[in-house]
């Protein structure tokens, strides 16, 4: 709270005495008047760091959220710095320049045209980072709001082990992070008819983690009704680092490295967790693991007593169908596992001679023989009989796309299809001058999670102004907003009366897709063979995901 008086403070020194005048506009929301401003280059008014729930402190830390606060005079809505508690890692240097590190940190913010229209669609945007690190605010939507006429909605939830720590106990149940995620759903419900949108047409996006993000939450009863339609970006439910396959295993990890005893008491595990530090909490961002997992994420929750996120596997809930069907705009780009060619010299001796570090984590075997035998296979389908190497770097891609993003997509689709759901699917894969060739090549192609920044303002690091973008990327960026605009306005992205390309929704086979690049076309089945491979691992192979059960591990202190 004494933040939320500083910040008011503030703004009204700043209103009286040092800062140049700008046009504000001020909405009553349920927790009292919020003052936004105009941006003097889009046009748009900008409502940041919005408190819409409070992140619980002390030994209550990893619990749901607590209810928003609330103030009588203008909140001054005007901090764009505000990120959750994280890791620094090499990737994301840039952005944390010019950033407040706040344990209560859940703020939302709002993008709204300047307009006196009412009940305007509505996007919720879920940042990615692998549930370890970013924010809301690591990509803006000035432009997306300014074309498309709609209201857009950014927020922070918790992220690493304050927001995935999962022990299955009544002060650690699990999921936080997700139920921050349902209370800023629950707060745009209640609130975004005051800035001039509809709460009964609310799409939700999200990319990478915001897209296993955005799944989750088509497949949680704690989240129906809060939206109406759903754009996946570059991650699934289904993907290995979306759900955790044994989360009192993964409580070990960090806690292994501070020595602590009885590391097999889901209790001592507890105590060890509620007293660390913050530091200590933060101290690994655990973004680079070899079998593409995070660690801490999302987990099947035991029943505490309490609200419970999700419950059943995603495979068990996709398979049976037993959830709310929406309309959902679906894929991803064409290389994504580019997002490991930094690590490739890293990575690429040690995946020769230890390859089985590297197969997904939610696979089982039953014999070491067993594994091997798969692990061959896996590496012979990618590699051949060659080596990790400068001369198999698009395998090495290949490999990483399929594993962390491709085939958990794809996957995810076909059950939703089968279902009964309406899912239009994409690939995007424009390159242009500005896209570096993939090292030790003359290829070209599109990075993890470009779609979004196409979508977007600017680069995920800009380094370049919008204006000052090539002609053709500003175009196809226009088209992007087209089509994702098209979207969220009528649960379609190529509506009857568009001059776009028609995209009619996908069959149980991934065709037909929609090929975004520079031409956008309708095109057939997409990776088919290395779907196929997977399909045969998986069904024979698959390990479902464990519920943090502490009844199991027998606590030291009744021995």
Known sequence: MVRWLVSLFCAALCSTVLCVERETRIVEISQGPVRGYKDPEYGIFTFFGIPYATAPTGLDRYKA????????????????????????????????????????????????????????????????????????????????????????????????????????????????????????????KKNIANFGGNPDDVTISGYSAGSASVELLMLSPLAKGLFNKAIAESGSALGSFAVQTDPLENAKVLAGRHNIEHLDD???????YKN????????????????????????????????????????????SGNYEKLPLLAGFADSEGLMRADIFDQWKNDMNDNFSEYIPHNLQFKSKLEKESVVKEIKEFYFGNKKVGDDTILAYVNFFSDVVFHYPALKAVEYHVKAGN????????????????????????????????????????????????????????????????????TGAPVPESSSLPSWPPTGENASPHMSLGQKIELRGSLITDRVRMWDKIYKQHYRKPEKANPLAYIRHSEL
């Not at 990737?91 to 320049?97: G, I, N, T």
């Not at 919720?124 to 370890?132: K, N, S, T």
């Not at 994409?426 to 030790?440: F, G, K, Q, R, S």
């Open 65 to 188: 959220p607590l209810p928003e606060p609330s103030w009588v005079t203008p909140f001054d809505a005007d901090n764009d710095r505000i990120i959750c508690p994280q890791a620094s890692i090499p990737l994301f240097e840039p952005f944390y320049k010019n950033v407040d590190m706040w344990q209560n940190c859940l703020i939302a913010n709002v993008y709204v045209p300047d307009t006196t229209e009412k009940n305007l669609p509505v996007l919720v945007v879920i940042h990615g980072g692998g549930f370890q690190v970013g924010s809301g605010n690591l990509l803006q939507a000035k432009s997306l709001v300014k074309s498309q006429n709609i209201i857009t909605v950014t927020f922070n939830y918790r992220l690493g082990v304050l927001g995935f720590l999962c022990l299955g106990t009544s002060n650690v149940p699990g999921n936080a992070g997700m139920k921050d995620q349902v209370a800023l759903l629950r707060w745009v």
């Open 276 to 319: 660390a530090s913050l530091e200590t909490l933060i101290s690994d961002s655990f973004f680079f693991v070899k079998d593409s997992t995070t660690y801490f994420s999302p987990c099947l929750e035991s029943d505490v007593g309490q609200e419970i996120f999700l419950a059943e596997s995603p495979y068990n809930i996709l398979k």
């Open 422 to 489: 309406k899912v239009y699917l994409y690939e995007y894969n424009y390159v242009d001058e500005l896209t570096p060739v993939i090292p030790h090549t003359e290829v070209k192609g599109a990075n993890h999670c470009t779609q979004t920044l196409a979508v977007f303002d600017g680069l995920l690091f800009p380094n370049i102004a919008e204006n000052d973008l090539p002609e053709n990327y500003k175009k196809h960026k226009a088209i992007m907003r087209q089509l994702w605009g098209n979207f969220i306005k």
């Open 266 to 272: 889901a209790y001592a595990l507890e105590e060890f």
